[in-house]
């Protein structure tokens, strides 16, 4: 099994700054992608930033610019900073990551879910 421990998250005003962060651990061979989504109250969960093996990373229309992703393969930990942030930022993030574990199965395991509130 494979768990996510997430930590970072809280209330902020708009326009300014937080970061989380994301550590695997368990029964893990190798990770294909780190990623984060969110999802806001009445919403699906719609992904934020993901950084797949190699360096690429996808970013959502609505962050680009603001957040970055970036992920320490050693550690096996994802971070997310959060720039710049708005209102509409505000739901709960979860942690995503996909790989294969030593029985060469692979695996797409979720975070717990971090609330994230953007309010003056």
């Known amino acids: 099994q494979v768990q996510l421990e997430e930590s970072g998250g809280g209330l902020v005003q708009p326009g300014g700054s937080l970061s989380l962060s994301c550590t695997a651990s368990?029964?893990?061979?190798?990770?294909?992608?780190m990623g984060w989504y969110r999802q806001a109250p009445g919403k699906e969960r719609e992904l934020v930033a993901r950084?797949?093996?190699?360096?690429?990373?996808d970013y959502a229309d609505s962050v680009k610019g603001r957040f970055t992703i970036s992920r320490d393969n050693a550690l096996k930990t994802v971070y997310l900073q959060m720039n710049s942030l708005k209102p509409e930022d505000t739901a709960v993030y979860y942690c995503?990551?996909?790989?294969?574990?030593?029985?060469?199965?692979?695996?797409?395991?979720w975070g717990q879910g971090t609330q994230i509130t953007v309010s003056s």
């Open positions: 368990g029964s893990i061979f190798s990770i294909n992608a």
């Open positions: 995503n990551v996909v790989g294969y574990d030593y029985t060469y199965r692979s695996f797409d395991s």
């Open positions: 950084a797949v093996t190699y360096g690429s990373t």
